[in-house]
């Protein structure tokens, strides 16, 4: 009877032992999933540029671009839009942008056919299509310059809050354009997704487009 009694208790105790186990792993286990599950949102969405959470989709607008023919922001609605709006006699700021665009598109390798970059002149006096066209071959192929009259890049460049102004120069044809900086990131339902400041790196921007487009 003693004997008996023995191993009832032994087993008892490895079953509760057993029990233990399971609920020790299933911890675990559970822990390692919620750190997964965050580890992997906080991975997916952008790091460096401003996200806009709940964003409504922006109105169309046509402007003529250097590839010979008006482009409307929604021809592009299979694509991830980035605008800039700047001007080829830059300094600085401009080409420094560019550059680091042009290093973001190199850094997304095939995903970079899902983004359509568009540079968008705020100095159409002097920006000419031709003039776009030639300026931007030494950045990307594939970037495509936007133009139109002074109204319309005002009216385009207002509902998105960038800023630009005519500073004169030496003589009326020497003259510079103090502009917003900021590039703008639109996913295909037209909505504003993300801003980039200026002076985040190509690698910066590639994360956040490729996060972006997860």
Known sequence: MTGD????????????RRVKWLAYAAIVLLLAAVAWWWISQRAARPR????????????????MSTLGHPVSLYDYSDKHVVLYFGYTTCPDICPTTLG???QAMARLGD????????????????????????YLQFFDPSFVGLTGSQ??????????GIFFEKRSGATAADYLMDHTSTVLVLDPGHRLRLMFPFGLTGEQ????LRALMR
């Open 5 to 16: 009694l023995s191993r009832a208790g032994a087993l008892a105790g490895r079953r509760n």
């Open 48 to 63: 460096y540029g401003i996200t806009l959470d709940a964003p409504a989709a922006v109105a169309d607008f046509t402007l």
């Open 100 to 102: 680091d665009l042009k």
């Open 111 to 134: 995903q970079a056919a899902q983004v359509q970059v568009f540079f968008v002149t705020v100095d159409p006096e002097r920006d000419t299509p031709e003039r776009m066209a030639g």
């Open 151 to 160: 109204e319309e890049i005002e009216a385009i460049a207002t509902r998105f």
């Open 205 to 208: 921007m590639a994360n956040d």
